[in-house]
C-alpha cells in the first residue's frame, strides 16, 4: 500500500506541475470535461470499489474544502463518505505514533512452563493445585490458573486421570526389591542335558550364574539358595521378592529357605513367560551370544564359560536401560579435545577363545 500510495502522491504532483501555467479558462474547460465524462462511466458501471490507496487520496486531496462546497462536486460517493475516510486515516497515523499498551498479565517464562510439566509428569497424583503449591514451596510465585491453563494447552489430563499406573512404571518404581531366577538347559556335544540356573537383579541388571549340573536334585537347588543368600548379604542386597517360573524342579525347601532369609517367592502364571521378561531375555542373550557360538564338552566347561560370560556381562557389556553403561562398571567421561580423539588407544581382549571381545581405551 506504501508503494501505491506514494507512486499516486508522486503523479498527482506531476499532474499540479502541469497544471500551473494553465489559465483559469482551461482550468475551467477540462473540469467541464472530466465531469461530463464521470456522469457517463456513472450511467455505465455500478458501484465502484475503493482500495485504501484511494481513499487515502482522496481524503488527502478533498479535506482541505469546506463541507458545504464538498456537497456540489460531483465524486463517486457521498461527501459524509470522504469526511469519514479522512477521520479514518487521521486515527491510524495517531496509532502509528502511539505504542499501544499491553493488557492483561505478562506471558510465562519459558522455564515456569517446562517446571510446570514436569511435575505434572513426575507426580502423577499432583493436580494444578498441588502443581502450585510445590511452586510456592520453591519460591516460584505464579497463579494457579495459569497452572491450569499450560496443562490444559499441553493436553495434560485432571489428575483423577492420571493417577493410573502401568505395570512397566509398577515394576521400575519396586525394581530394587525384585530378583528374578530361571533354571534353563542346554545341551553338550555328548548330548547330555545341563540344567543352569541363574539370578537376575531388576536395578541393576547384575546376574548371577548359581550352578550348573546334569542332575538337579532339591539338595542341589538348596544348596544354590544358601550361596546365593551369601552373596546378596555381602552385596548388601535390599531385594524382598524373587520371581521364578513353576518349574517342578524348584521345591518347597528351596522356597522355605529363601522365606526364612525375608525373600518371598512370587510365581508367574501357568505358560507366561514375559511376567518373567528380563530372565527370559537374558536367557536368549546367554544362547545367542554364547551357547550358539561354543562347543561345550562338559559340565566343568560349560561352567567355565558361564563364569567367563557372567564377567563379560556385568563388567563390560552395555546396556540400554543403564543408558548404555555394564551393571558394575560405570560409564567413562566422555572425550572432548580433538587430540584426544584423533590419537584413541583402544585395546582389545578376548575371552574364550576370541567368542567375546573387550575394548578399553588406553590412558
Not at 562398571?329 to 584426544?340: F, V, Y
Amino acid at each position: 500500500m506504501l508503494l501505491r500510495l506514494a507512486y499516486l502522491a508522486a503523479t498527482n504532483t506531476f499532474a499540479l506541475l502541469r497544471l500551473l501555467p494553465m489559465s483559469d479558462r482551461g482550468k475551467d474547460i477540462e473540469i467541464l470535461a472530466l465531469r461530463h465524462q464521470l456522469l457517463v462511466l456513472q450511467r455505465q458501471t455500478g458501484k465502484p470499489a475503493f482500495t485504501d490507496t484511494d481513499r487515502a487520496v482522496l481524503a488527502g486531496l478533498l479535506h482541505h474544502l469546506p463541507k458545504d462546497k464538498l456537497r456540489h462536486l460531483l465524486l463517486l460517493v457521498r461527501p459524509d463518505t470522504v469526511l469519514r475516510w479522512h477521520r479514518d486515516l487521521l486515527k491510524r497515523r495517531h496509532a502509528a505514533t502511539c505504542v499501544p499498551k499491553r493488557r492483561g498479565r505478562p506471558p510465562t517464562i519459558r522455564s515456569i512452563r517446562a517446571l510446570v510439566l514436569r511435575l505434572a509428569s513426575e507426580n502423577s497424583s499432583w493436580g494444578y493445585r498441588r502443581i502450585h503449591g510445590g511452586l510456592a514451596a520453591l519460591g516460584i510465585k505464579v497463579a494457579a490458573s495459569t497452572i491450569w491453563e499450560i496443562l490444559v494447552e499441553h493436553g495434560i489430563p485432571p489428575a483423577p486421570e492420571r493417577q493410573s499406573a502401568t505395570w512397566a512404571d509398577f515394576l521400575r518404581s519396586q525394581a530394587d526389591a525384585l530378583l528374578a531366577c530361571d533354571l534353563f538347559e542346554t545341551r553338550a556335544l555328548t548330548g547330555t542335558r545341563l540344567y543352569v540356573v541363574a539370578v537376575i537383579e531388576h536395578s541393576t541388571r547384575r546376574i548371577r550364574i548359581l550352578g550348573a549340573t546334569v542332575h538337579p536334585t532339591a539338595e542341589w537347588l538348596v544348596q544354590l539358595g544358601r550361596s546365593l543368600l551369601m552373596d546378596l548379604e555381602d552385596a548388601g542386597s535390599r531385594a524382598r521378592f524373587l520371581i521364578r517360573d513353576r518349574d517342578s524342579k524348584f521345591t518347597a525347601a528351596f522356597d522355605a529357605l529363601l522365606a526364612d532369609a525375608g525373600l518371598k517367592v512370587v510365581t508367574t502364571g501357568m505358560r507366561i513367560p514375559r511376567m518373567n521378561s528380563l530372565m527370559e531375555r537374558w536367557i536368549q542373550t546367554c544362547r545367542r551370544e554364547l551357547l550358539d557360538r561354543t562347543l561345550i564338552w562338559n559340565q566343568s566347561h560349560l561352567l567355565h564359560a558361564l563364569r567367563q560370560f557372567e564377567t563379560f556381562y556385568n563388567g563390560h557389556r552395555p546396556h540400554r536401560t543403564l543408558r548404555q553403561a555394564a551393571p558394575l562398571r560405570p560409564l567413562p567421561e566422555p572425550i572432548d579435545l580433538p587430540a584426544q580423539i584423533e590419537h584413541l588407544d583402544v585395546r582389545r581382549r578376548d575371552r574364550l577363545g576370541g567368542t567375546l571381545h573387550e575394548y578399553q581405551r588406553v590412558a
